[in-house]
């Protein structure tokens, strides 16, 4: 496998990248591909970006991984994660990637963990040159997704004071309030370790009421009839497992869907032999190298 720094412009921000491709890979012989989408404010140095990489890369697949404006190495206003600001980065990753001498402009796929699952879903959606899609741990409804994670009267209480406040915050003062990320997402402190150590620790309150009025669930049936991948923890700690069971419910074939037993939300970090099955299984049907 070899690895090769790039960049490419989004909105006028320059993104910075890494894009992998099959050992021995030959001048101008033509891969397909598959963009990967890092988590909530992480980068594309986490696991859960790196892994899926070099396993795909070994099936023979062209793998982009990319910082998200205001992640990472990318441009943009730090910490800001705008939903569908990171929809229309995906869409540039995949022009970009169109024009590679080493990619099949026809067979460039999608796939994302957790926050990066629910971009990818909506990605695929509004943007037909998305080949194929996977989701790991994402998510299509925000504002259930955010009363699964906040699920008494008391947390959801302080949950809806903090985006009450950035909005109200923005308004007095032009500016954004930074909140922690956990107080947005919780994560259970035993799994904290999984989160890259250079990921966001603070984030705008815009960040928060963009995910939650962000709905995949609204385009997810614009996929079919291309192929959709949803692969969900059967006991997910952090995204509610019933988010991507929703997912399915409105979607349209092919789709499938894989609960994954005795695991928990960072699937794809963890090497699990099961959902390297299921992946390599999916691909050969799919989306075969």
Aim: charged letters at 20%; hydrophobic letters at 40%.
């Amino acid at each position: 496998m070899s690895e090769q720094a790039v960049a490419f412009k989004s909105d006028g921000l320059e993104l910075r990248g890494t894009l992998h491709l099959p050992e021995g890979a030959a001048p101008g012989r033509k891969y397909p591909a598959f963009m990967v989408l890092h988590g909530f404010g992480s980068n594309r140095n986490s696991s859960s970006s790196i892994e899926p990489c070099k396993m795909f890369a070994e099936w023979g697949y062209a793998m982009l991984r990319f910082d998200m404006r205001g992640c990472g190495d990318s441009e943009g206003e730090k910490a800001n994660l705008i939903c569908l600001e990171q929809v229309r980065d995906t869409s540039n990753a995949l022009t970009f990637l169109q024009g590679h001498p080493n990619i099949d402009p026809e067979r460039i796929g999608c796939m994302g963990s957790s926050f990066g699952g629910a971009v990818t879903v909506y990605t695929a959606g509004v943007d037909k040159r998305v080949a194929a899609a996977i989701s790991a741990g994402g998510w299509g409804h925000g504002e259930k997704k955010f009363r699964g994670q906040h699920p008494t009267p008391e947390a959801w209480k302080k949950f809806t004071d903090m985006l009450a406040a950035g909005k109200k915050h923005r308004a007095e003062t032009g500016g954004s309030l930074m909140v922690p990320r956990y107080d947005i997402v919780p994560i259970p402190p035993h799994l904290r370790s999984n989160v890259n150590s250079t990921s966001h620790q603070m984030m705008t309150a815009e960040t928060a009421q963009s995910m939650f009025d962000f709905q995949a669930n609204d385009v997810v049936a614009n996929i079919s009839p291309r192929p959709l991948l949803l692969l969900h923890p059967a006991v997910d700690s952090v995204t509610p497992t019933q988010q991507s069971i929703d997912l399915f419910v409105h979607s349209k074939q092919p789709t499938e869907l894989h609960l994954i037993a005795e695991a928990d939300h960072f699937l794809m970090g963890e090497g699990n032999p099961r959902v390297v099955h299921i992946l390599k299984d999916w691909l050969a049907k799919f989306f075969p190298a």
